[in-house]
């Protein structure tokens, strides 16, 4: 069986690139060997999962690369929206449509959907997402939407993000003292806990709001503030807020891979992120966390595990972050032991992205 994957892949996002990774991995477990991913660094993507890799933005490499394939998956991430612009969905609405013209399976897996607000954009999602062949979601409020906003008739399944099977890999201790040399910081003397940003717009009563929180937190509890950035854009806005701070923080600037995120957040004492898969790889390291909502994905997941956002990014404050920190490390042992349980169970679901392709 020949598979070709579609989605957000070759930017040197981690959360896109850990979601890669646990699809790859998936397919191989169960046999399928002959694998091409659509991304913008094909010979980089090639070497690192051990698959074929074509140019996304070459019609001719994926035209030839679907049609050779037996079945076209688009997933995960949140690719089906206009949030970002129309042009990103209709990219990869048009890799489903030119599957199924040329007569492939076309599964949708493991995705975050919405919003879709234009009324063309709507028109055509639905159009398109009712003639594929199999239709898994990431979260509740993606099936809403799916089901109420675009009016999907059929059947979806919620399963959960692939990024939750990550499996923590040995030499964990060896990967964070490279990260150490890399910084020529120490974390090790020290405890620290973690801000994941990401610029959104943010109004800068809110870089404001979060330097407040950081600086009361070090304070209160004694911890080191680092700022660990998911994406190139992600340094320069670790500055902005940084630079109201009046305790002195670590950015680390380096490029990390997959298995160096990990290490550096596995160690932390909790991580406040607004980029999604900062809160997953928290969630899966049984880190505590806090999350601020720039998206509906962000809402989605933390309502998967019984949580809420401390607010929308443009409105939240110092005081309702450092309330939440206070209840996590009051009752640390009983919020790991919460999340311990939800991880097992969202893991399973993860598996059922596999299992509507494989049925």
């Known amino acids: 069986m020949k598979a070709v994957i579609s989605g957000y892949y070759g930017f040197d996002n ?25 991304s913008n660094k094909p010979v980089e993507t090639s070497r690192k ?26 997933g995960g991430g949140s690719l089906i929206q206009d949030k970002t612009s129309s042009r990103s969905l209709w990219y990869y609405i048009g890799i489903m449509i030119i599957g199924k ?19 063309f954009n709507k028109w055509l999602t639905a159009f398109v997402l009712n003639r594929v062949d199999g239709i898994a ?34 030499g964990e201790d060896k990967v964070f003292g490279k990260i ?27 870089r404001v709001e979060l330097a407040r929180a950081a600086d009361f937190i070090a304070e209160e509890h004694g911890y080191k503030v680092v700022f660990l950035p998911f994406y190139r854009e992600d340094v320069e806005e670790s500055d902005r807020i940084a630079t109201y701070m009046k305790v002195p923080a670590e950015i680390l600037t380096e490029r990390y891979e997959l298995e160096e995120i990990l290490a550096i957040i596995k ?57 939440k920190v206070r209840e996590i490390m009051k009752n640390k ?16 679901k993860a598996e059922k992205n596999f299992e509507m392709i494989f049925k």
């Open 14 to 38: 981690v959360g896109d690139e850990a979601v890669l990774k646990c699809i790859v991995h998936g397919l191989k477990k169960r046999g399928v060997e002959d694998i091409t991913v659509l």
């Open 49 to 74: 999962y051990k698959v074929k890799a074509v140019n996304r933005n070459s019609f001719k490499e994926i035209f030839r690369a679907i049609r050779e394939a037996d079945m076209v998956l688009s």
């Open 101 to 119: 013209l040329l007569g492939k399976k076309v599964y949708v897996i493991g995705q975050g959907i919405g919003p879709v607000e234009k009324k």
């Open 137 to 170: 979601v990431r979260d509740h409020l993606s099936y809403d939407f799916l089901k109420r906003d675009l009016k999907i008739k059929k059947e979806v399944e919620v399963t959960a993000d692939f990024a939750l099977e990550l499996a923590f890999e040995e």
């Open 180 to 206: 150490l040399d890399k910084e020529g910081i120490d974390l090790l003397s020290q405890k620290y806990f973690l801000i994941c940003p990401r610029e959104w717009g943010n109004f800068e009563l809110s």
């Open 267 to 323: 160690r932390s004492q909790f991580l406040i992120g607004i980029r999604l898969h900062s809160l997953i790889f928290a969630f899966i390291s049984l880190v505590p966390f806090i999350g601020i909502s720039y998206d509906p994905k962000i809402d989605g997941f933390l309502h998967s595990i019984g949580e809420e956002s401390v607010g929308d990014v443009n409105s939240f404050t110092a005081e309702a972050i450092i309330k």
């Open 333 to 348: 042992e009983e919020y790991i032991n919460k999340m311990a349980i939800y991880l097992e169970d969202l893991r399973k």
